[in-house]
């Protein structure tokens, strides 16, 4: 298992896994993303794991895509989709990339047959929202907030684009128009955060829903979360997704024809300031 993803067994029958880049606010590199994938995937054919955690190390549960250590040719990387072709040159390529890494993974994570539990501290951003949102629950503290500010850099959103599903649409639209971020009261009040508890109760608080949930039968919490799960894909939950990526390709499409790259790098400024800004009420 790579340093940048922690496993341990918290309780029995409960794996807690902790994204640990602290120093980069857990920001997704690939390494971060397939060590996820590998811990995700360990824990979910674990039979003796019933319940799975999702932490942050440090003062953020996730800022992002670390746009630092930014590659698209997943070079290195044993990939787990069907995608290849990743060197192929402009949205060929990049098409593949966010196809495999982003969306991909996080569909993948998001049926895992167990329930996750986000326990989320600190900043959510943008990729950082994916993360949460592929999660059953949500238990946040008082100091979490959430935003998705791409759309400064022309796109849509981030690729797993459950905004209207989870906070509904008026507020989404506002929160992608503005960039402007919620608190954690605000994402409980809009029944996207579970429960908002302090700072220091965040583990433990978690832990405790995880004990309750793991002494129900597994099969009944599997079949409920697929009942759950299935009920959001026949409201049309998956087409809307791909409806949404489908848009995320053509922005990274015009950033290509405009800027010669899959965005333009000047967006970064408008990015930060739009991060400075208050919170949505």
Partial sequence: MSDVIKMEL??????R??????????????????????????????????????AGEGKHFSTGHDLGEFDPLLEGIDTVGVWGGFSMPAMEGYMAFEEEAYFGLCWRWRNIPKPIIAEVQGRVIAGGLMLAWICDLIVASEDATFADPVVAAGHNGVEYFAHPWEVGARKAKEMLFTGQGISAWAAERLGMVNRVVSLDRLTDETLELAKIIAEKPVMG?????????????????YNALRAAMGLQHLS????????????????????????????LP
Wanted: hydrophobic content about 45%; aromatic content about 4%; overall charge negative.
């Fill in 221 to 237: 919490v599997r079949l409920a979360k697929m009942s759950v799960n299935q009920t959001q894909d026949e409201q049309g939950f």
């Fill in 252 to 279: 990274h499409a015009q950033s290509f024809a405009v800027h010669g790259s899959s965005a333009d790098e000047s967006a970064a400024a408008l990015i930060r300031k739009t991060l400075k800004l208050p919170l």
């Fill in 10 to 15: 918290a309780a029995d029958g409960i794996c």
């Fill in 17 to 54: 896994i902790v994204m640990n880049r602290p120093e980069r606010g857990n920001a997704q590199n690939n390494e971060l993303l397939y060590a996820l994938d590998a811990a995700l995937t360990e824990a979910s054919r674990d039979v003796s794991v019933r319940v799975i955690i999702l």
